[in-house]
């Protein structure tokens, strides 16, 4: 049984930082892209930050861009999101997902999704 299990997020002033983690259990990590996604009430849910198999290749949403970097731990079997100088409109909840597709971009490929933990940023 896959379980994504999400990390981290809590209240945070702007400017703040916060490292979001995800450990993966049930799957062979290394085999799996991996993405940070966030949503917000009456809003789609969006992705923030892709990362492929080796961590070699990274995506992100130009709205975090220079702000938020994601990166993986194979041996521990985690993701992480470490964002920095953040805004008010960076809160929602934030959800780790992996994909065994052949994208690591294809957002539509993503099968297994965390519970989600909530960041909430304060002006």
């Known amino acids: 049984q896959v379980q994504l299990v999400e990390s981290g997020g809590g209240l945070v002033q702007a400017g703040g930082s916060l490292r979001l983690s995800c450990a993966a259990s049930g799957l062979t990590f290394s085999n799996v892209g991996m993405g940070w996604f966030r949503q917000t009430p009456g809003k789609e849910r969006e992705s923030v930050a892709l990362i492929n198999r080796n961590g070699g290749i990274t995506r992100y949403a130009d709205s975090v861009k220079g702000r938020f970097t994601i990166s993986r731990d194979n041996r521990k079997n985690t993701v992480y999101l470490q964002m920095n100088s953040l805004k008010p409109e960076d809160t929602a909840v934030y959800y780790c997902?992996?994909?065994?597709?052949?994208?690591?971009?294809?957002?539509?490929?993503?099968?297994?999704w965390g519970q989600g933990t909530q960041v909430t940023v304060s002006s």
């Open positions: 997902a992996g994909t065994r597709g052949g994208s690591v971009f294809n957002t539509a490929g993503y099968e297994f």
